[in-house]
Protein backbone atom coordinates (compact mmCIF):
# COMPACT_ATOMS: atom_id res chain seq x y z
CA UNK A 1 0.00 0.00 0.00
CA UNK A 2 2.95 2.13 -0.60
CA UNK A 3 2.18 5.79 -1.54
CA UNK A 4 -1.25 4.90 -0.31
CA UNK A 5 -2.96 7.03 2.58
CA UNK A 6 -4.12 4.61 5.41
CA UNK A 7 -6.92 5.44 7.28
CA UNK A 8 -6.74 4.64 11.10
CA UNK A 9 -9.11 1.27 12.62
CA UNK A 10 -9.01 0.86 15.84
CA UNK A 11 -12.41 -1.02 15.69
CA UNK A 12 -13.31 -3.34 12.86
CA UNK A 13 -17.81 -4.36 13.25
CA UNK A 14 -18.14 -8.09 12.18
CA UNK A 15 -21.42 -9.04 11.35
CA UNK A 16 -21.89 -12.88 10.29
CA UNK A 17 -24.11 -15.88 11.13
CA UNK A 18 -25.06 -17.40 14.04
CA UNK A 19 -24.34 -20.73 12.61
CA UNK A 20 -21.28 -22.14 10.98
CA UNK A 21 -22.63 -22.72 7.53
CA UNK A 22 -21.67 -26.05 5.59
CA UNK A 23 -18.30 -25.45 4.24
CA UNK A 24 -15.46 -25.84 6.83
CA UNK A 25 -14.09 -23.32 4.76
CA UNK A 26 -16.33 -20.56 6.40
CA UNK A 27 -15.26 -21.43 10.09
CA UNK A 28 -11.70 -21.27 9.42
CA UNK A 29 -12.07 -17.78 7.45
CA UNK A 30 -14.27 -16.43 10.51
CA UNK A 31 -11.24 -17.87 12.70
CA UNK A 32 -8.21 -16.41 10.42
CA UNK A 33 -10.42 -13.00 10.53
CA UNK A 34 -10.07 -12.91 14.56
CA UNK A 35 -6.20 -13.73 14.25
CA UNK A 36 -5.86 -11.15 11.50
CA UNK A 37 -7.47 -8.30 13.50
CA UNK A 38 -5.56 -9.58 16.52
CA UNK A 39 -2.17 -9.56 14.84
CA UNK A 40 -2.75 -5.90 14.02
CA UNK A 41 -4.56 -5.13 17.30
CA UNK A 42 -7.72 -4.06 16.15
CA UNK A 43 -10.59 -4.48 18.59
CA UNK A 44 -13.83 -6.28 17.79
CA UNK A 45 -17.62 -5.50 17.57
CA UNK A 46 -19.99 -8.00 17.26
CA UNK A 47 -23.45 -9.04 18.18
CA UNK A 48 -22.57 -11.33 20.94
CA UNK A 49 -23.17 -14.75 22.31
CA UNK A 50 -20.55 -17.36 21.01
CA UNK A 51 -22.51 -19.30 18.56
CA UNK A 52 -21.57 -20.61 14.87
CA UNK A 53 -19.24 -17.72 13.14
CA UNK A 54 -19.78 -15.01 15.73
CA UNK A 55 -18.42 -17.36 18.56
CA UNK A 56 -15.62 -18.32 15.76
CA UNK A 57 -14.45 -14.86 14.91
CA UNK A 58 -14.77 -13.25 18.67
CA UNK A 59 -12.91 -16.70 20.43
CA UNK A 60 -9.93 -15.82 17.97
CA UNK A 61 -9.75 -12.21 18.50
CA UNK A 62 -9.80 -12.52 22.22
CA UNK A 63 -7.06 -15.23 22.13
CA UNK A 64 -4.91 -12.68 20.42
CA UNK A 65 -5.41 -10.51 23.29
CA UNK A 66 -7.45 -7.62 22.02
CA UNK A 67 -10.67 -6.27 23.45
CA UNK A 68 -14.11 -8.15 22.42
CA UNK A 69 -17.72 -6.30 22.47
CA UNK A 70 -20.48 -7.93 21.83
CA UNK A 71 -23.79 -5.68 21.60
CA UNK A 72 -27.11 -8.31 22.18
CA UNK A 73 -30.94 -7.50 22.46
CA UNK A 74 -31.61 -8.21 25.58
CA UNK A 75 -34.07 -11.03 24.56
CA UNK A 76 -31.19 -13.22 23.44
CA UNK A 77 -29.71 -13.33 26.63
CA UNK A 78 -32.77 -14.65 28.45
CA UNK A 79 -32.24 -18.90 29.51
CA UNK A 80 -28.63 -18.29 28.03
CA UNK A 81 -29.89 -18.86 24.18
CA UNK A 82 -26.94 -17.57 22.45
CA UNK A 83 -24.33 -18.48 24.76
CA UNK A 84 -21.80 -16.71 26.90
CA UNK A 85 -20.37 -13.04 24.72
CA UNK A 86 -16.52 -13.52 24.81
CA UNK A 87 -15.87 -10.22 26.30
CA UNK A 88 -17.37 -7.13 26.85
CA UNK A 89 -21.40 -7.16 26.73
CA UNK A 90 -23.90 -4.44 26.40
CA UNK A 91 -27.55 -5.22 26.20
CA UNK A 92 -29.98 -3.29 24.62
CA UNK A 93 -33.90 -3.33 23.73
CA UNK A 94 -34.12 -3.65 20.27
CA UNK A 95 -32.33 -4.42 17.21
CA UNK A 96 -32.17 -1.28 15.79
CA UNK A 97 -30.61 0.41 18.30
CA UNK A 98 -27.86 -2.74 18.54
CA UNK A 99 -26.64 -1.85 15.02
CA UNK A 100 -27.17 2.01 15.76
CA UNK A 101 -24.63 1.28 18.95
CA UNK A 102 -22.38 -0.70 16.09
CA UNK A 103 -22.29 1.93 13.69
CA UNK A 104 -21.06 4.45 16.33
CA UNK A 105 -18.36 2.30 18.53
CA UNK A 106 -16.78 1.20 15.00
CA UNK A 107 -14.76 2.40 12.68
CA UNK A 108 -15.31 -0.16 10.04
CA UNK A 109 -17.86 -3.12 9.20
CA UNK A 110 -16.78 -6.78 7.65
CA UNK A 111 -19.91 -9.29 6.63
CA UNK A 112 -18.53 -12.91 6.77
CA UNK A 113 -21.45 -15.33 5.36
CA UNK A 114 -24.56 -15.20 7.25
CA UNK A 115 -28.07 -15.27 6.76
CA UNK A 116 -30.71 -12.73 6.75
CA UNK A 117 -29.73 -10.65 9.31
CA UNK A 118 -26.41 -10.98 8.31
CA UNK A 119 -27.88 -9.39 5.21
CA UNK A 120 -29.98 -6.46 7.16
CA UNK A 121 -27.62 -5.24 8.71
CA UNK A 122 -24.79 -4.93 5.73
CA UNK A 123 -27.12 -3.25 3.46
CA UNK A 124 -28.80 -1.14 6.56
CA UNK A 125 -24.66 0.01 6.43
CA UNK A 126 -24.40 0.85 3.29
CA UNK A 127 -28.01 2.36 2.99
CA UNK A 128 -26.49 4.40 5.77
CA UNK A 129 -22.97 5.38 4.09
CA UNK A 130 -24.82 6.48 1.14
CA UNK A 131 -27.23 8.40 2.87
CA UNK A 132 -24.10 9.90 4.70
CA UNK A 133 -25.02 8.89 8.23
CA UNK A 134 -21.81 8.09 8.23
CA UNK A 135 -18.51 7.58 5.96
CA UNK A 136 -16.97 4.16 7.30
CA UNK A 137 -15.66 1.63 5.29
CA UNK A 138 -17.54 -1.84 4.64
CA UNK A 139 -16.60 -4.66 3.59
CA UNK A 140 -17.32 -8.50 2.32
CA UNK A 141 -14.96 -10.99 2.82
CA UNK A 142 -16.15 -13.56 0.01
CA UNK A 143 -15.14 -16.87 0.90
CA UNK A 144 -15.20 -19.58 -1.58
CA UNK A 145 -17.35 -17.48 -3.74
CA UNK A 146 -20.33 -16.74 -1.27
CA UNK A 147 -20.91 -13.13 -2.17
CA UNK A 148 -20.36 -13.90 -5.37
CA UNK A 149 -24.47 -13.93 -6.43
CA UNK A 150 -24.64 -10.90 -3.97
CA UNK A 151 -22.12 -9.03 -5.78
CA UNK A 152 -23.87 -9.52 -9.20
CA UNK A 153 -27.01 -8.46 -8.14
CA UNK A 154 -25.62 -4.89 -7.10
CA UNK A 155 -23.81 -4.72 -10.57
CA UNK A 156 -27.16 -5.69 -11.93
CA UNK A 157 -28.96 -2.59 -10.25
CA UNK A 158 -26.58 -0.91 -11.00
CA UNK A 159 -27.09 -1.82 -14.80
CA UNK A 160 -30.19 -0.92 -14.57
CA UNK A 161 -29.70 2.77 -12.62
CA UNK A 162 -31.27 1.66 -9.25
CA UNK A 163 -27.42 2.26 -7.35
CA UNK A 164 -25.83 4.66 -8.56
CA UNK A 165 -21.82 4.31 -9.95
CA UNK A 166 -20.70 6.08 -6.63
CA UNK A 167 -23.24 4.41 -4.19
CA UNK A 168 -21.38 0.83 -5.80
CA UNK A 169 -18.15 2.49 -4.36
CA UNK A 170 -19.14 1.78 -0.85
CA UNK A 171 -19.04 -1.77 -1.00
CA UNK A 172 -15.55 -3.42 -0.59
CA UNK A 173 -15.42 -6.78 -1.65
CA UNK A 174 -11.94 -8.99 -0.96
CA UNK A 175 -11.37 -12.91 -1.10
CA UNK A 176 -8.63 -12.89 1.96
CA UNK A 177 -8.97 -11.68 5.41
CA UNK A 178 -5.37 -9.48 5.06
CA UNK A 179 -6.99 -7.53 1.78
CA UNK A 180 -9.89 -6.37 3.01
CA UNK A 181 -8.48 -4.81 5.44
CA UNK A 182 -5.90 -3.44 3.41
CA UNK A 183 -8.93 -1.99 1.28
CA UNK A 184 -10.57 -0.63 4.25
CA UNK A 185 -7.79 1.32 5.48
CA UNK A 186 -7.40 2.40 1.97
CA UNK A 187 -10.95 3.34 1.37
CA UNK A 188 -12.01 6.88 0.83
CA UNK A 189 -15.54 7.76 1.06
CA UNK A 190 -17.09 9.85 -1.95
CA UNK A 191 -20.32 10.96 -0.89
CA UNK A 192 -23.12 11.87 -2.92
CA UNK A 193 -22.96 16.07 -3.18
CA UNK A 194 -26.97 16.39 -2.11
CA UNK A 195 -27.02 13.57 0.17
CA UNK A 196 -23.94 15.33 2.10
CA UNK A 197 -25.82 17.87 3.02
CA UNK A 198 -28.69 16.37 5.32
CA UNK A 199 -28.52 17.13 8.99
CA UNK A 200 -29.16 13.64 10.95
CA UNK A 201 -29.06 15.07 14.55
CA UNK A 202 -31.80 13.77 16.29
CA UNK A 203 -32.95 17.43 16.83
CA UNK A 204 -32.41 18.64 13.27
CA UNK A 205 -35.47 19.51 10.88
CA UNK A 206 -34.80 18.66 7.48
CA UNK A 207 -35.76 20.93 4.91
CA UNK A 208 -33.48 20.24 2.03
CA UNK A 209 -34.66 19.48 -1.09
CA UNK A 210 -33.69 16.44 -2.72
CA UNK A 211 -32.99 15.92 -6.06
CA UNK A 212 -35.64 13.41 -7.26
CA UNK A 213 -33.27 11.48 -9.77
CA UNK A 214 -31.28 10.31 -6.57
CA UNK A 215 -31.43 6.62 -6.20
CA UNK A 216 -31.90 5.71 -2.72
Not at 72 to 87: A, K, Q, R, Y
Request: hydrophobic share 45%.
Amino acid sequence: MEGVSVRKIKKICVFCGANSGKDVAFVNAAFHLGEVLGKRKIDLVYGGGKLGLMGCVSTAVAQHERQVLGIIPSVFTVNNLVGETCGKEIKVATMQERLVMMMELSDAFIALPGGFGTLEELFQMISWAQLSIHNKPIGVLNINGFFNGLLSFVDHAVKQEFITPRARKILISATTADELVDKLQAFRFESDPALSKLKWSPSSSQKEKLDLTLRL
